[in-house]
């Protein structure tokens, strides 16, 4: 009996430092949340849609899937759109689902005219001023979400506090280091609308139908390189932190004020894929590895290879919202099966870009215009695993940050006194606290080692006691 009950002891222990062990070394787990396929159609599903996560907190990551309800490609599912770029005061296509959340809920919104034209639909990929492998323009579709809580990522490598925002002059700006030395493999830039907890999510590139002081758009472009991570607002023309009005259905959401917070991960075993990008690449890829739609996360950036913002990656987008032959705008916009992705992107004749930020953002700093870059694709799969080592806090001060900007210098040193103390806080105990949990699973494994050979050792002697 009490060689029983060692044995049991043992196997206890080895239990406990096997699950510290995952608590410092966490995995990439499947979402907490997935949703059922919804039914929705622009024009008639006038209520935005309501969606109970059950995280009780912030969710890490959020993402909806809109696939068409008909035909032949409804394996092929599209993201949806962290703001608005268009309302409904133009006889113009726009399309996407717009979305936010909170602790409790995720919500929908579905393009619904208000006082103008009914041009709005779900899946739209663009007419004569945009290429890709097929044209779509899907009025009915099917949509569910995914939500990823806190506890279902790796730690972050960095976090920032939540730091405040506006849509007005030097405060539509922001330049943040997240010291980890090289491309952090996933970013989220969340905004905070001001006295809510409501968020939504950064874009990547400006696709606004020529705004005015009466028009209702809005969003948070960001990019990130190796060091930083760079954060615009529109500043001017009644742009917003967040748009869904005026041709959202019954949604009036219009956010000028709130709070941005940043976070990254770095993970081992990430399958990825990269390709150029310019007038004539490629509108279909193949991406050499089974994608469960169901349980893994993809990442699509645009690299740009030039401008301001060289080296810098922008997220990717999930609808066009312009596809006007006389006005300015840029993104690439993307749609995945398990195993291929599909790329649109503007035709790059006249003012057109794949990455495409003027001088209405972020106080006209850092302005992009591309005509080329790279585009990543990355697929984090379930059980995907965290780097084990410490994060890096390097900071690094390369050439291309710099710029011939000459109000770059004073706004970068601004944003960087700002934001120094936060980022080796949030750098520094992560690393303790990782580095610790580490030892006490490593010290546990090898004391488990040997009260097991004590065992054995014990048992053999007892046997041959008893046969002697």
């Not at 995945?336 to 209405?360: H, K």
Request: with cysteine; aromatic share 10%.
């Amino acid at each position: 009996m009490k060689n029983d009950f060692n044995s049991f002891l043992v196997i206890v222990f080895i239990i406990y430092c096997l699950l510290e062990f995952r608590s410092a070394n966490r995995c990439f787990n499947s979402p907490h949340f997935l949703s059922q396929w919804t039914d929705v159609e622009a024009q008639r599903t006038r209520k935005p849609i309501t969606l109970e996560h059950e995280c009780g907190d912030f969710p890490a990551k959020v993402e909806i899937q809109i696939r068409p309800k008909t035909g032949n490609w409804t394996n092929f599912y599209f993201p949806g759109i962290g703001s608005s770029q268009r309302d409904d005061d133009r006889n113009e296509t726009y399309g996407g689902i717009v979305y936010k959340y909170n602790k409790d809920e995720v919500v929908l919104i579905i393009p619904g005219v208000n006082d103008g034209y009914s041009s709005g639909t779900i899946i739209y990929t663009g007419a004569s001023t945009w290429r890709g492998p097929v044209a779509q323009n899907e009025s009915r579709a099917q949509v569910r979400t995914l939500v990823w809580c806190p506890g279902d990522l790796p730690d972050t490598s960095y976090e920032s506090q939540w730091i405040p925002f506006n849509n007005s002059g030097k405060g539509s700006f922001l330049e943040i280091p997240h010291n980890q030395g090289n491309f952090p493999d996933l970013i989220t830039v969340q905004i905070r609308q001001e006295g809510t907890e409501w968020l939504s999510d950064g874009i990547g590139s400006m696709s606004a139908l020529k705004p005015d002081t009466s028009t209702s758009w809005g969003g948070v472009i960001y990019g990130y390189n190796r060091s930083h991570v760079r954060v615009w607002a529109p500043y001017r023309k009644n742009g917003q932190l967040f748009s869904a009005n005026d041709g959202w259905g019954s949604a009036t959401e219009l956010w000028s004020r709130g709070l941005v917070r940043i976070k990254s991960w770095k993970v081992t075993n990430m399958h990825y894929v990269t390709t150029q990008l310019n007038q004539n690449s490629n509108q279909e890829l193949s991406l050499n590895t089974i994608y469960n739609q169901n349980e893994d996360l993809m990442i699509v950036r645009v690299l740009a290879d030039n401008g301001y913002n060289k080296g810098f990656l922008f997220p990717a987008s999930g609808a066009v919202q312009n596809d006007d032959s006389m006005s300015p705008y840029g993104g690439v916009i993307y749609s995945a099966s398990s195993d291929t992705l599909r790329i649109w992107t503007p035709v790059l004749s006249g003012s057109r870009y794949l990455i495409y930020i003027n001088d209405d953002w972020g106080n006209s700093m850092y302005p992009q215009t591309s005509k080329s870059a790279k585009l990543l694709i990355q697929i984090w799969k379930s059980s995907t695993c965290a780097m084990s080592t410490a994060p890096s806090v390097t900071t690094s001060t390369s050439n291309n940050l710099q710029s011939s900007d000459p109000n770059s210098a004073n706004q970068q040193k601004s944003n960087q006194a700002q934001t120094s103390k936060l980022s080796s806080a949030s750098s520094v105990i992560p690393a303790a606290v990782g580095g610790s949990l580490l030892f006490l699973a490593v010290s546990g494994a090898v004391v488990a080692i040997v009260l097991w050979k004590k065992y054995r050792r014990n048992r053999v002697v007892g046997e041959t006691k008893e046969e002697g």
